[in-house]
C-alpha cells in the first residue's frame, strides 16, 4: 500500500498518497484547480499551464499536472500572484481562438438565432460552436472572469472543417493544442493515427500520415472527441444537439460489455454515447460499432406494437391480443416439440427468464443462443480446466510479458480488448500471433506463424515438443497442479518436425523461437477465437491451447491464462 502524506493547499489539510501529483491530490479532495490538458488515465503534460500553482520554498510556478506530492507541501492555489498569471496565460490561449463570446457578459442570454449586439462574426460565436456549454475553455474563462477586451491581437487561423472522414468532424480552428487527442490515440489507445504537425512555423494536430483518418490507420474508437475540451473535435450526427438526461448503460454490441453513459435528448433521442472513464471493464474506452453504433434505437422503423398475421398481411394489434395468441398457440408445442433461441445481445435476465420459461413452463430444455455458432471455444476448456470461460479480467493483458494471439480478428471483433495488448507491447511485451490472415495484430507481433488453414493444430504441438525438448516446462507446478504430462509426452514424442514442416508452411525457426518466447515468460497469455478453424479441429486446437497454458504454469496468476474471443454481448 502506498505511503500517506498531507499537504496543504489554501490552509486546506489533505491526506493524500505517494506517486500523485498535487492536481490529482486536489481533485481527489474536491478543491478545483483549472486545467486543460489534463486528464485521467494519460501521463502529465503541462501544456496549457493553466494549472500553475505556487509551492511554500519552491522554486517558480510549476504545474500542479506534473508536480509530486510530499509530506508537508503547503501549495497557494488562489493567490493574487496565481490568478494573474493564470489571466495571462489563457489571454495567449483565446489570441488564437474564437472568443467573441467566451468573455462577453452576455453569452448565457443569447441564443444562435440572435443577432449579436457587438456585431461578433459568426465564426467567433459560442452559440454556433457544437461544444456549447459542454466546453471546458468555455467554464475555465468563466472561472477566471477574464476582460472583454485583450491586449493581444486575435488572429483567426481560417483552416478548413475537415468533414470527408466518417462519424466524426475536425475544425482546427477551434484547436488549443493542448494534446490530449494525441496522448489519447498514443497512450490510451496504443495507436498513432493523429500527431502533432507544424504548418507556416506554427504547432497543430493533424493526421500522423495522408490527409485523412483514414489513410491514417484511425480505427474510429472516439477516444480523441471523449477528451477534446474544445469544440475541435465533434460527432457527426446530433453535433449541436444538447443532452436533457444521461443514462449508463452496457453495450449490446460485443462480449467486452463496456458501460456507455447515453446522451439523451428532450425528445427521448439517443444523441450522444459516451464512455464510462471509472468502469473497471472498459476504462473510459470503446470502438466504433459502441461510440457510433448504438443509433438503431432511434430507429423510427421499429417494432412498437405487436403484429399479427391475417390473411397473409401482418396486421397491429393488442398486446393482450398477441400474448394470448401466443399462449394458445405454444400449448400444442411443449416438450421436445418447442424450442428457444435468445439473441446475441440479450441481458443477462432476458436469458434467465428465457431458460426459465422453457424448462418449467414448456418442459424441455431445448434452449440455446443464436450467438452460440462456436461452442467448442468453450467446452474444451470446461474438459481442461473444469470451467468454459476465460479465466482473467481483461486488463490483466496489460501486464503480460508475452501474448500468444491464435486464430482471432480481435481489434475489429472485440476492439477494446485490444487496447491493453497494444498497450503491453507498446512498454515490451512481446507479441505472438498463429493466423494464416494479416490482421491488426500482425503489425505488433514479434513473431508471426502464417500456417496453412486446417494446420494450426500441428503448430500448436510442434511448439509444445520444442517447449519440452528445450526443458521449459514447469514440472513442480504441473506435479501441483495437473494431471495427464506422461501421456502429452508420449503424444508429442510422436511427432516428426519435418512433417509439421512441410504440411505447414512454417519453417522451424519460427517454431522454436516462439516455444522460447512463449516457454520461458512466466506471465503468459493466450487469446483465441478460432476465426479460421474448420468445425472438425476447433475442439482440438483448444485442447492444445489449454495445454501450452498448463504445460508452462502460466494459470492462476494475475496477467497470465487463457481468454476466448466470443462473438456476440451474451
Not at 112 to 120: A, Y
Amino acid at each position: 500500500m502506498a505511503k500517506e502524506v498531507t499537504i496543504y493547499i489554501d490552509d486546506i489539510e489533505v491526506r493524500t498518497t505517494v506517486g500523485k501529483t498535487v492536481l490529482e491530490a486536489a481533485i481527489d479532495a474536491g478543491i478545483y484547480i483549472p486545467y486543460l490538458c489534463y486528464h485521467q488515465g494519460m501521463k502529465p503534460f503541462a501544456a496549457c499551464r493553466m494549472c500553475v500553482v505556487n509551492v511554500e520554498g519552491g522554486r517558480g510556478n510549476p504545474a500542479s499536472c506534473t508536480l509530486p506530492v510530499s509530506e508537508g507541501m503547503v501549495v497557494s492555489n488562489s493567490s493574487s500572484q496565481i490568478y494573474e498569471l493564470r489571466r495571462g496565460i489563457m489571454e495567449m490561449l483565446l489570441a488564437e481562438h474564437p472568443h467573441g463570446c467566451l468573455t462577453c457578459h452576455r453569452v448565457d442570454l443569447c441564443g444562435p438565432s440572435d443577432i449579436c449586439l457587438r456585431h461578433v462574426s459568426v465564426n467567433d460565436r459560442c452559440v454556433t460552436c457544437p461544444k456549447n456549454e459542454r466546453c471546458e475553455l468555455k467554464d475555465t474563462v468563466r472561472y477566471l472572469g477574464m476582460d472583454l477586451e485583450s491586449p493581444l491581437e486575435y488572429k483567426y487561423r481560417g483552416l478548413q472543417v475537415e468533414i470527408g472522414d466518417p462519424f466524426y468532424d475536425r475544425d482546427y480552428n477551434l484547436c488549443i493544442v493542448c494534446g490530449r487527442c494525441v496522448r489519447a490515440c498514443e497512450e490510451l489507445r496504443g495507436d498513432n493515427a493523429i500527431t502533432f504537425i507544424e504548418r507556416a512555423g506554427q504547432t497543430l494536430i493533424g493526421t500522423s500520415n495522408g490527409t485523412s483518418l483514414l489513410e491514417s490507420g484511425c480505427e474510429f474508437c472516439g477516444a480523441c472527441l471523449d477528451v477534446c475540451p474544445v469544440g475541435a473535435l465533434v460527432e457527426s450526427d446530433h453535433k449541436w444537439e444538447k443532452p436533457k438526461q444521461v443514462e449508463r448503460s452496457i453495450c449490446p454490441q460485443c462480449p467486452v460489455g463496456c458501460q456507455m453513459n447515453l446522451e439523451i435528448n428532450r425528445f427521448g433521442k439517443v444523441i450522444r454515447v459516451v464512455p464510462e472513464i471509472n468502469s473497471p471493464v472498459n476504462k473510459g474506452q470503446a470502438c466504433f460499432k459502441g461510440k457510433f453504433g448504438l443509433d438503431f434505437v432511434n430507429r423510427e422503423e421499429r417494432l412498437t406494437k405487436p403484429l399479427i398475421r391475417r390473411n397473409g398481411d401482418l396486421e397491429e394489434a393488442s398486446w393482450e391480443e398477441a400474448i394470448g395468441l401466443i399462449a394458445e398457440t405454444f400449448k400444442q408445442y411443449q416438450q421436445n416439440n418447442f424450442a428457444f433461441l435468445t439473441a446475441g445481445d440479450g441481458t443477462n435476465e432476458d436469458n434467465y427468464l428465457a431458460q426459465k420459461f422453457t424448462r418449467v413452463v414448456m418442459k424441455t430444455n431445448n434452449i440455446d443462443q443464436t450467438a452460440n455458432t462456436k461452442p467448442e471455444l468453450m467446452d474444451a476448456l470446461g474438459f481442461s480446466l473444469g470451467y468454459r470461460s476465460g479465466t482473467n479480467p481483461i486488463w490483466d493483458l496489460e501486464g503480460s510479458k508475452v501474448i500468444l494471439a491464435f486464430s482471432t480478428n480481435l481489434t475489429e471483433e472485440q476492439n477494446v480488448i485490444g487496447v491493453p495488448i497494444k498497450k503491453a507491447v507498446k512498454s515490451g511485451s512481446k507479441l505472438i500471433v498463429i493466423d494464416p490472415r494479416e490482421v491488426e495484430l500482425t503489425r505488433y507481433a514479434d513473431v508471426w506463424l502464417r500456417p496453412k488453414p486446417g494446420t494450426e493444430n500441428l503448430v500448436l504441438a510442434a511448439i509444445m515438443k520444442q517447449i519440452v525438448i528445450q526443458g521449459f516446462e514447469r514440472r513442480e507446478w504441473i506435479n501441483d497442479n495437473c494431471d495427464g504430462l506422461e501421456g502429452l509426452r508420449k503424444k508429442l514424442e510422436a511427432l516428426d518436425f519435418q512433417d509439421v514442416i512441410q504440411e505447414t508452411g512454417v519453417p522451424l525457426e519460427l517454431i522454436e523461437n516462439t516455444a522460447s518466447i512463449y516457454g520461458l515468460s512466466d506471465l503468459a497469455s493466450i487469446v483465441y477465437g478460432l476465426d479460421t478453424i474448420p468445425k472438425e479441429l476447433r475442439e482440438e486446437c483448444v485442447y492444445s491451447l489449454a495445454g501450452l497454458a498448463l504445460l508452462t504454469g502460466n494459470l492462476g496468476r494475475p496477467s497470465s491464462g487463457i481468454y476466448p474471443m466470443l462473438r456476440r454481448a451474451n
